[in-house]
């Protein structure tokens, strides 16, 4: 069983930054997508960026050339690096992993597809 742990949330004024850092133990496939979520009150959940087996990336319109999703050396870490951070950026962020990349960046159809693994999340705060 794959379990994630999440880490590096905070409240921060706008324009700071912050880096999230997720630590997965347990088995997991060095060819899955891992991805990071957002979910802010009131709000659906959505997939901000992900990072394939390859290193390919992708990203949300709204956070593209603030925020850097990436590896460390084992794989079993993954990081949100979030630069000039924003007030709508505040969301509890989840990361994910055991699906599909095209799940984490909502190309599939509502009710399709599902990542097999979850963190419990670390919450972000910018503050205006």
């Known amino acids: 069983q794959v379990q994630l742990t999440e880490s590096g949330g905070g409240s921060v004024q706008a324009g700071g930054s912050l880096r999230l850092s997720c630590v997965a133990s347990g088995y997991t496939h060095s060819s899955s997508c891992m991805g990071w979520f957002r979910q802010a009150p009131g709000k659906e959940r959505e997939g901000v960026a992900a990072i394939e087996y390859d290193g390919r990336t992708e990203y949300i319109d709204s956070v593209k050339d603030r925020f850097t999703i990436s590896k460390g050396i084992a794989d079993n870490i993954l990081y949100l690096q979030m630069n000039h951070l924003k007030p709508e950026d505040t969301a509890m962020y989840y990361c994910?992993?055991?699906?599909?990349?095209?799940?984490?960046?909502?190309?599939?159809?509502?009710?399709?597809?599902?990542?097999?693994?979850w963190g419990k999340g670390t919450q972000v705060t910018v503050s205006s």
């Open positions: 994910a992993t055991g699906g599909p990349c095209d799940y984490v960046m909502g190309r599939l159809p509502a009710g399709v597809g599902d990542m097999d693994f």
